[in-house]
């Protein structure tokens, strides 16, 4: 209100300095003539009595269609813009529709731009599936050295396309959660068993008691989220183990990997952040902690870390305790 009634001054301050320059100019005129200065003070405080109550009124009325502007910033809605008093405000107010117009068909373009790019990623991570497929097919026809790490690394290729559809998932409108009460240890064990040649080709150990904790959440996009984390863990653990407890809801996936450097353990979850380690390895995305972090807050969870260089890294996820209500 202060910064409004202070712009309201300065915009009507030559009127009223042209006001009281006539009144200046007849109070001078009379005092030349030799007339009394009641003549001119009488007339000249009902003049400025009339004045104030106009300024006033006018102040009202700018006040009342300064509110009308600023909800129109609040919506984007030029439709509610007060009617135009002056041409000046014709013509802000026309040009105002029109870029606002034009924005609005560009949104509508560029949004058909981004869902047409996600349409094709998404079909092309479907058919890419299928010749993966075929290639660990092929690669377990025969048991051998060369078969078992082009296997590792064909898993690899397979998490990556993987990331890539829950990424096109998670950027999406639409919903894809299933939420019910969750028995986690089966869903962990699920995991595992995945992950098991990893294991093996590190010679990293793995430990985990099971659990009897259950949760509600959805399974598809728990196991995703703990299918992140085990692959971080084994691609910074060059020897050791990996420990997964759970405890009163809380995921934690240990490791006695390389560490994270303290300045970067508070941005590990943005996206595209990889980090002295990622530039190190020249092949981290940055997308993977990010991806496990929006699917957890999209669960009702959320994502901890703590690290220490050249000990290991533990990161954990905190489930609800309690039923969502899932809109």
């Known amino acids: 209100m202060a910064g409004f009634f202070k712009h309201y001054l300065r915009s009507r301050g030559a009127v009223v300095g042209y006001c009281a320059g006539c009144g200046g100019i007849f109070a001078v005129v009379f005092a ?3 007339l009394p200065l009641e003549a001119v003070l009488y007339p000249g405080a009902l003049c400025l009595l009339l004045g104030a109550a106009v300024l006033g009124l006018d102040l009202l009325r700018q006040w009342s269609r300064h509110r009308q502007r600023v909800l129109v910033l609040h919506h984007m809605d030029p439709s509610r813009l007060p009617p135009p008093k002056t041409p000046a405000e014709t013509e802000l107010t026309t040009l105002a529709q029109q870029l606002f117009q034009q924005t609005q068909a560009q949104r509508t373009q560029d949004r058909t731009r981004e869902q047409e790019a996600l349409d094709y990623f998404a079909a092309w991570v479907h058919q890419i599936k299928t010749p993966i497929a075929a290639m660990g097919m092929l690669l377990q026809e025969e048991d051998s050295a060369q078969n078992r790490a082009l296997c590792v690394e064909l ?8 990331m890539v559809l829950s990424y096109l998932r998670l950027q999406s409108e639409g919903s894809d959660y299933v939420f019910r009460e969750v028995a986690l240890d089966p869903a962990i064990r699920a995991c595992i068993h995945r992950f098991a040649p990893q294991f093996i080709h ?3 150990r793995l430990h985990y008691d099971g659990t009897q904790e259950r949760a509600f959440t959805d399974e598809k996009w728990f196991r995703f989220i703990l299918e992140q984390l085990l692959s971080n863990a084994v691609k910074y653990t060059p020897k050791g183990a990996i420990t997964i407890r759970v405890q009163a809801g809380v995921l934690e996936v240990e490791d006695s990997g390389i560490g994270i450097a303290p300045e970067d353990l508070p941005r590990i979850f943005e996206r595209g952040f990889t980090g002295y380690n ?3 390895d020249q092949k981290a995305t940055g997308l993977g902690l990010y991806l496990c972090q929006e699917a957890a807050r999209r669960l009702g969870a959320s994502m901890e870390a703590s690290s220490q260089v050249g000990v290991g ?3 954990r996820l905190r489930l609800p305790r309690e039923r969502l209500d899932v809109e």
Do not use: N, P
Not at 155 to 162: C, G, I, L, P, S
């Open 32 to 34: 030349l003539y030799g």
């Open 155 to 162: 898993f690899r290729v397979q998490q990556y396309v993987d």
């Open 202 to 204: 590190k010679r990293i």
């Open 278 to 280: 990622g530039r190190a």
């Open 313 to 315: 890294t533990v990161l």
